[in-house]
Every structure is written in C-alpha cells, then in structure tokens.
C-alpha cells in the first residue's frame, strides 16, 4: 500500500544550524508530495510542495526535491530560526479519491 | 477572513454522551474532510466528501456519523463517546485534484472525562 517513513523525532537544533528531516515514501503510481507544519495549537499548513519527479518546492526558506529514484522527499532548511519550532508532516497525495497519506510527523525544537 | 473553521475549539464531555462538531470552508474547495490527531501527532483520515458526497469512509466506528449539507460545510456527530475517542479532530478542505495541498482548520480538542 502507499506510505510515508520520516525520521524520528525530537530533533533539537542550535539557531543558524542547517536542518534536514529525512522523508521516504512508497506509492503504487505517481503521486504529489507534501511538507505540512503544526505549530502549537494549530492546525497544519502547508509549507510547500511538488508534484512531479525533479521537481523543487521551497517557500520560507525551506526546500525539498521530489526524487522518484530513491523515492524521498527530504526538507532542508540553510539556517533555522527559534521560531522553526514546530511539529513537521511529510505527505503524499495520489489519485483514486486523492486521499492525502500523511507521516508521522517530526519535532523540530530550535534552541537560541 | 478564516478560510476553514471549526466550532468548538474545545469540547468536554462525559463518556455516554453525544456531541457535534462543525466546520465550515470559505475556499470554494469542493472536498471536505476529517482527521483525527492522537497524543503522539498521528493523523488518521476519517472521512471525505466531494460536493456533499461521501468518497472516503475509513475504518471508524459507526458512532461517528458526518454530515454535509452543502460544499461548504461539513460537521461530525459522535454518539456515546467514549475515552478513547478523545483526541484533537481537523476538518480541512482542497480541490479534488492530485496537486492541491489541503487547508486546515485550527482543530477541536475533544477530551473524554
């Protein structure tokens, strides 16, 4: 069936460090790929997004490239920022309903 | 303007009870749907509709029982909660196609005492 792995959390970070947060997926086809954030006591929103193979989606300074090879969509970020803290959702939308499979869900605390 | 809410944010009840949660999407998107969130930020789908029709039923309980009077609104009636049921609930919406991103409400915390 169709899935996606991220890595475990917490990941706890200094201010100004580069942050990865690794992101796999398995799909049965061709899907769209999605970064989701939560921060406390909100609802997700989407970060960014990319909807075929090669394809980069960024928007805040973070980035992620959809990569059909190794099937991953890892989020990369130069220099985080306190206010990065948040809970991080990787996902997969396919055809058939287009039901959205989420991750689940990385912990990013930054440290000043 | 709020593009998707939810009503209430926070919902208290006992167990035996039943309760309601409403939400409404100002998008003009034509799929609505539910999420539930456990403690550890898991996020399940419950349900789907597209322009008032059911598309997606997960495996839940048929005490959960949603509701779509028209595109833009899409509220879920839970009968003899339970603790279990406790959770943090999402309504979001999008368009039916395979490259939009969802839009989320702020959630309704419900808790089960």
């Known amino acids: 069936g169709n899935s996606v792995t991220q890595m475990e959390g917490p990941v706890t970070l200094s201010e100004e460090a580069f942050l990865t947060i690794n992101c796999t997926y398995t799909a049965t086809g061709y899907p769209s790929l999605f970064w989701y954030v939560q921060y406390p006591g909100e609802g997700l929103q989407l970060l960014l997004k990319?909807?075929?193979?090669?394809d980069k989606g960024s928007n805040k300074g973070f980035e992620a490239t959809y990569r059909k090879e190794t099937t991953s969509f890892h989020l990369e970020k130069g220099s985080v920022q306190v206010s990065d803290s948040a809970v991080y959702f990787c996902a997969l939308r396919m055809g058939g309903g287009f039901k959205t499979i989420f991750g689940a869900g990385t912990r990013l605390f930054v440290k000043a | 303007d709020t593009a998707v809410s939810q009503t209430p944010k926070y919902l208290v009840t006992q167990m035996g009870n039943d309760k309601s949660i409403k939400c409404e999407q100002n998008l003009g998107h034509d799929t609505m749907y539910w999420y539930k969130q456990d403690s550890k930020k898991f996020l399940k789908i419950m349900f789907s509709?597209?322009?008032?029709?059911?598309?997606i039923n997960e495996t839940v309980p048929n005490r959960f029982s949603p509701k779509s009077p028209d595109k833009a609104h899409l509220n879920l009636h839970i009968n003899s909660l339970e603790l279990g049921d406790s959770a943090v609930y999402f309504c979001?919406?999008?368009?039916?196609?395979?490259?939009?991103?969802?839009?989320f409400g702020s959630g309704t915390r419900l808790t089960v005492v």
């Open positions: 979001a919406s999008s368009q039916e196609s395979l490259n939009y991103g969802y839009t």
């Open positions: 990319a909807t075929k193979a090669d």
């Open positions: 509709y597209n322009n008032k029709e059911l598309i």
